[in-house]
């Protein structure tokens, strides 16, 4: 039975979990081959941050390939530090190895680091804050803006030199006109990844790439606790609490034939 990704290949970062690993899912159960990127972090100990979430963060993509492959799919898994501006040559790379070109980018993944320029040491929910620093805003844009740009520059330079004529790239992003406070390196380096996508989809569009932003609603990757939950709930500007695989769906639909005449947009999900 014909699925509507087969002979396509994707990379997905930060598929460890969340909404990386639910797109690769989706993807994958559709036909594409995927490599799922992603890298341990352990660095979440303090115990304002939901347990849930920080196992999520430290765990391997090994769970999410077994799922993959037990349904028939088709992927590998790396794990690779996105700080490194090798490393987007080198998943391509080994993504052409195991399954030939790739088509589809997802760009998922996030160096988080929450910084503020308030003197407050814990946000609202209680976790705590580091002032800006040379050192957030690079671990921030390292990952989020710059990797992002590189994965995108590696993707159109292959794409064009084999004449290739559909692609399709997505970014995930949050923060708003008026930033991020509280995550103000975050805001930031989510910025700078719309902006690259939209030129992306202007400059290769004559190349059949398409290139759409995706902006998820509160979505539980394991850091939604009671009160996030209650903040939505009272907030005249947030309607849901999400699952990652409702995520993945819109993703899968903007990677898809029928998404063709959609790019250089930033979809709102609500």
Do not use: C
């Not at 990386?20 to 995927?34: D, H, M």
Request: overall charge negative.
């Amino acid at each position: 039975m014909a699925h509507p990704f087969d002979g396509h290949v994707a990379i997905v970062t930060g598929a460890n979990h969340g909404i990386g690993a639910a797109t690769a899912r989706v993807l994958a159960a559709r036909g594409a081959a995927v490599l799922l990127n992603y890298l341990r972090i352990a660095d979440e100990s303090h115990e304002a941050t939901p347990r849930a979430y920080r196992r999520n963060r430290a765990m391997s993509a090994d769970a999410t390939l077994a799922e993959v492959v037990g349904g028939g799919g088709r992927a590998i898994a790396v794990e690779a530090d996105l700080g490194d501006v090798a490393t987007p040559f080198l998943l391509f790379d080994a993504a052409e190895r195991a399954f030939g070109h790739v088509d589809i980018l997802v760009n998922n993944a996030t160096g988080w680091r929450q910084d503020t320029f308030k003197p407050a040491s814990v946000d609202r929910l209680g976790r705590p804050m580091q002032r800006v620093t040379a050192g957030t805003i690079d671990a921030q844009f390292a990952v989020d803006a710059r990797a992002s740009a590189l994965l995108i520059a590696e993707f159109a330079a292959r794409h064009i030199a084999r004449g290739g004529a559909w692609g399709r790239i997505v970014g995930l992003t949050s923060g708003g006109a008026l930033g991020f406070p509280e995550d103000v390196s975050y805001g930031a380096a989510k910025a700078a990844l719309e902006n690259y996508t939209m030129s992306a989809a202007i400059e290769l569009a004559p190349y059949g790439v398409t290139a759409n932003i995706v902006y998820p609603p509160v979505t539980d990757t394991g850091w939604v606790t009671d009160a996030v939950r209650d903040f939505v709930r009272a907030s005249p500007e947030h309607m849901h609490v999400a699952e990652p695989d409702e995520v993945a769906e819109v993703i899968a639909y903007l990677v898809s034939d029928e998404a063709r005449l959609i790019t250089a947009n930033v979809v709102r999900l609500r």
